[in-house]
């Protein structure tokens, strides 16, 4: 670890107690939410946080969610990059990559989610940092994953939720499914790479060996429907939604789902001349989209749902990827387990639990290189595990005996192991 100076704390004491992780060092290379929000929760927990930016700044502080621009400092980048210091960085420049170096020998945690090449490109990839410091942390986020048929689609929030199936388990049966109204993705991927972290800091402390830690969007909110989607799974039960619905207002027009002839597509965030071109809405092409996107969103949805009803999924994904305008699929749950990219990541895991029989399930949303996730026992019987515990901690097997027969402790015959099925 690196001997840093802990910063008073917001009473003023600098002699309060040390964070948990004080002394921790992270360089955050990241732009946007998810990485930005990991990085912030590391300095949450004392780690010295370092943003290392462009010299005109992070992309973040140039796009206002809402239009709420602040002072000097817009909101969203306010609320992602507290507890951090920053130093703008021209990493394209041999003497600020050299910088860049020199800050990496005292750090413990990289961290970035350039689009897939770019790191290697720009001279900071894994096996370079790896070189100059071993015992680093490397944390890499992309959209789909760093390989695989879709590693250079656009990772963005309502893309993924929808590609992930969440959004047909919620609002009403004949209607376009509603999004989350948070940026749930993003969230969820930040919650991850924090996890990833830690875990790989905890290996590094028991064996001096830093690693490499991916984390991808879609995996993550993959695996935050664990019990939704092993409901479906392992449980058989589909997607049935209502006729009633059951359950974003900072985000410009048009940004949602909306019908096709065949089925349903997400639509963020697209510039409205482009669009116009597309969709064949001369009304679009004179709007100015920072503005009319805001001011006139219902009819801009509703003209927008209104061209999108005449043709199929596939056919309006064609044209809007060629315009370069974010769109994707809306998946159920059947259409995400049989993807290609999910195949390819191998985000489900499937094992033999000794009372359940086959199990298939959502595994890891994260991929440690040195230290990976594994899946050691299924979900255990009440009490499968009672008298192993108390024997290690130092109590008799008579003793057991007496808590059982007295009701302070319950145990299950023990079951074996899970085993990968053959």
């Known amino acids: 670890m690196t001997d840093t100076t802990t910063p008073a704390s917001p009473s003023g004491d600098p002699s309060a107690a040390p964070e948990v992780l004080s002394g921790i060092r992270v360089l955050d290379c990241s732009i946007a939410m998810a990485g930005p929000f990991a990085a912030q929760r590391l300095g949450d927990l004392g780690a010295d946080v370092i943003k290392v930016e462009p010299t005109r700044g992070e992309w973040q502080r140039h796009a206002a969610a809402g239009g709420a621009t602040g002072n000097r400092i817009n909101v969203s980048f306010l609320s992602l990059n ?15 990559r050299e910088i860049l170096y020199e800050l990496v020998k005292t750090a413990d945690v990289f961290l970035q989610n350039y689009r897939p090449g770019v790191a290697a490109r720009l001279g900071v990839d894994y096996e370079t940092l790896r070189a100059i410091n071993p015992s680093i942390v490397y944390v890499s986020i992309s959209g789909y994953g760093e390989d695989g048929p879709y590693r250079n689609r656009p990772g963005q929030d309502l893309l993924l939720q929808a590609m992930s199936g969440a959004m047909l388990s919620s609002g009403s049966a004949g209607h376009p499914p509603t999004p989350a109204g948070q940026y749930l993705v993003d969230a969820v991927t930040a919650s991850t790479a924090f996890e990833g972290v830690l875990a790989a800091l905890f290996h590094r402390e028991r064996t001096g060996q830093g690693q490499l830690v991916s984390v991808n969007m879609l995996d993550a909110i993959t695996t935050l429907q664990m019990q939704e989607l092993s409901v479906f799974t392992v449980g058989g039960v589909g997607q049935h939604r209502s006729e009633q619905p059951h359950a974003h207002v900072y985000i410009r027009a048009p940004y949602g789902t909306f019908s096709t002839t065949d089925g349903y597509l997400a639509l963020a965030m697209p510039d409205l001349h482009t669009l116009g071109e597309v969709l064949e809405e001369e009304w679009f092409l004179g709007m100015d989209t920072e503005v009319d996107s805001w ?93 192993e515990i108390l024997g290690e901690l130092g109590l008799p097997a008579d003793r057991v005996d007496a808590l059982l027969d007295a009701g302070v402790v319950a145990a299950e015959p023990g079951v074996a192991e899970v085993a990968e099925p053959a």
């Open 82 to 96: 507290r507890n951090k210091r920053s130093i703008g960085v021209d990493l394209k420049a041999d003497e600020g």
């Open 295 to 387: 001011t006139h969103r219902d009819e801009i949805y509703a003209k927008t749902a209104e061209r999108l009803a005449t043709r199929s999924t596939a056919e309006w994904l064609e044209a809007l990827g060629a315009a370069g305008i974010w769109a994707g699929p809306v998946y159920g749950y059947q259409d995400l387990v049989d993807d290609e990219q999910i195949k390819h990541n191998g985000t489900f895991i499937e094992y033999e639990h000794p009372t359940e029989g086959l199990v298939k399930t959502p595994g890891f949303p994260y991929k440690l290189s040195e230290t990976p996730a594994r899946i050691d026992r299924g979900a255990p019987l009440t009490g499968e595990h009672t008298r």
